[in-house]
């Protein structure tokens, strides 16, 4: 009865079998078609070009215990690379997407499961592209319009890009919103743990470490720079550059103006604005330059000059240019544009290479609308290594020169001069001028030596009445034919030649017996001395015999008188022996040229000493 059944259904192009039917190896069972063959493949072919329809809600391709589940997609008869695609389930429960164009089926895609569906993960072996061919491991192109990288959570989470570089150099690096703080887009370092960069929804940025740029950093009109809680900020505005500290403003860019203390600048400082003002009360109100370094080098305050007005090229300077100027500058209740001092270096001759002439000029205002020339230091024209101390007007023959020292109440006041001794380092004293009112009446002292002003030995007094008072040494006149000038005095009714006491002299002379006459005695000693004032010589003659008489009988000539008389005026003297009751005994003297001749005195008996002077001129 069954294969009745069978041969009328195979009569109407309709198979049925109760167990199955068996065709060449193919067996067709239940919903099951499968080949008898052991392992071996079970093609489907349509004719020609035909297709497979499978009309069911599931295709499922099983694997045996312990095989991956394979799907593949073969083009072109897989007659070359790149024909055949695979679809594996492998049994660790990864999905791989492979391909043939290697020349072997290698997996492009890996696609593994988790429990946690937000932590499964799609692994592409090669380059990403989102609208075009990639050119890197992920593209995203859009020939117009918007184009956008998403990421986003429904939570306060991190949420962003993380970066990773591992090998010699491991660094990892997160750009995330809520890394640390949420509403805000961070650059996170993972590896150091530590916010790098942010921007909070206010639109301010913050950086953890310093700003390097190769051009330029712009911030938009009223933005600032702030660290911290912003009391230390750099703000733009008005076009200003404001520097805040301490929440006050500390510095200003005012324009074209470096501003330190205040929010704006003077504008008339010597007729002008200069760049660079500090403006404040107290010790803020001033500049320091401080150098802290182990050598013997101090800090500076540079005030150069050139006639070249381009950067790096050179002019030099010509006579009386200025090289800089201090100025010293008073509010007169109208403006800051008045000085009331000045130091300026200004050039005192030709500059040349490596040489730069310049004298220090120092000027005063007296009471005027400016300051006038006091004082100039200047080098010596005739010495180079001597120091010039000048007044204003040094060029005019009308003009006075004052150096001016003032103290008050009782007190020393002067100029002290000093030495600088290279062997010992110690300073030495020379003397000082120094002047005071003594009890009522002034005094200027000159001391000599000493440790300092007004030390050392007292040396002139000039008192109140102008007595000069000799205290220590002598008054030396040190070249011939000067000395104390008398013309102030009142003249006799003669004609006067000189009033000028220009020789005072001191000493001995030896009597010398060579020239002609006699003396008489056995033993006779000689000695003589003399005092010469301005040209009059005053001299003094003993003749001594302690063992016997001295006479004198007609005259005896004297020679060796320190000066010689003039020839026109022969001096004159007298002889008085230790006899001198007897008038007989007594006698003259003259001086004729170098001769100092003494007449007939002494006796042959009771006479053993005789004293004679004389005075002569010397010219």
């Known amino acids: 009865m069954s294969r009745a059944r069978d041969i009328a259904n195979l009569q109407s192009s309709k198979i049925t079998a109760d167990s199955g039917i068996d065709i060449d190896n193919i067996t067709l069972e239940d919903n099951t078609i499968s080949t008898t063959n052991s392992n071996g493949n079970l093609t489907v072919a349509p004719n020609g070009t035909g297709d497979i329809y499978l009309s069911t809600d599931k295709t499922i391709v099983l694997a045996g215990e312990g095989e991956s589940a394979t799907l593949m997609l073969v083009s072109d008869e897989s007659d070359d690379n790149g024909d055949d695609w695979s679809f594996i389930a492998n049994t660790d429960n990864t999905l791989t997407i492979g391909n043939d164009a290697s020349g072997s089926n290698v997996a492009h895609v890996t696609i593994t499961p988790n429990a946690t569906v937000a932590n499964s993960t799609a692994n592409f072996a090669g380059k990403v592209g989102v609208g075009g061919t990639p050119d890197q491991k992920m593209h995203i192109y859009t020939s117009a319009g918007t184009t956008l990288y998403k990421a986003e959570v429904n939570a306060n989470s991190t949420v962003g890009l993380e970066i990773k570089k591992t090998g010699s150099t491991t660094q990892t690096w997160r750009i995330v919103d809520g890394e640390t703080v949420n509403g805000a887009l961070q650059f996170y370092d993972v590896t150091d743990s530590r916010v790098s960069m942010q921007i909070d929804g206010s639109g301010n940025t913050t950086f953890a470490g310093g700003i390097t740029a190769a051009h ?5 009109t009223g933005m600032s720079f702030q660290w911290g809680d912003s009391h230390e900020r750099i703000e733009q505005s008005d076009g200003n550059i404001e520097f805040f500290t301490g929440n006050g403003e500390k510095m200003r860019l005012h324009g074209s103006t470096l501003v330190i203390g205040k929010d ?14 500090v403006i404040g009360t107290g010790s803020k109100a001033s500049i320091a330059a401080v150098r802290r370094e182990a050598n013997a080098y101090g800090s500076s305050l540079i005030l150069a000059k050139s006639r070249n007005t381009t950067v790096g090229s050179y002019t030099a300077l010509a006579d009386n240019d200025a090289l800089g100027y201090i100025l010293f500058i008073g509010d007169d209740g109208t403006d800051l544009d008045t000085y009331g001092a000045t130091i300026h270096a200004e050039v005192n001759g030709t500059p040349g290479s490596n040489d730069m002439p310049a004298d220090l000029v120092f000027s005063i205002n007296s009471g005027s609308a400016s300051a006038t020339e006091r004082m100039r230091l200047t080098f010596n024209q005739y010495d180079a290594s001597e120091l010039e101390v000048t007044s204003a007007n040094s060029s005019n023959n009308n003009a006075n020169a004052w150096v001016r020292t003032r103290s008050k109440g009782y007190y020393w006041n002067g100029i002290s001069l000093e030495s600088y001794n290279s062997s010992s380092g110690n300073i030495d004293g020379i003397g000082s001028i120094m002047g005071k009112y003594q009890s009522g009446s002034p005094e200027i002292k000159f001391f000599i030596g000493g440790t300092g002003p007004a030390t050392g030995a007292d040396a002139i007094i000039i008192d109140g009445s102008a007595n000069v008072n000799v205290i220590t040494g002598n008054v030396k006149i ?23 006491l220009a020789d005072y002299e001191e000493g001995t002379w030896t009597p010398g017996t060579s020239t002609s006459g006699t003396i008489s005695g056995t033993s006779i000693t000689y000695s003589g001395t003399y005092t010469k004032i301005g040209n009059t010589v005053h001299v003094w003659f003993q003749a001594n015999n302690s063992a016997g008489d001295i006479q004198i009988s007609s005259y005896k000539g004297f020679d ?6 003039t020839t026109v005026s022969k001096g004159t003297g007298t002889v008085i022996t230790e006899d001198f009751e007897v008038d007989a005994r007594q006698g003259f003297v003259t001086v004729s040229a170098s001769t100092f001749w003494i007449g007939s005195c002494g006796s042959s008996s009771g006479t053993n000493q005789i004293t004679a002077q004389a005075t002569y001129r010397v010219n």
Do not use: C, M, R
């Open 216 to 220: 330029h950093v712009n911030i938009g």
């Open 264 to 277: 704006s600048a003077d504008t008339t400082l010597s007729g002008g604005t200069p760049p660079f003002q």
């Open 478 to 500: 040190s070249t011939s034919g000067k000395g104390i000038d008398f013309s102030a005095t009142g003249d006799g009714s003669g004609t006067d030649t000189s009033e000028l």
């Open 560 to 565: 060796g008188l320190p000066y010689a008389s």
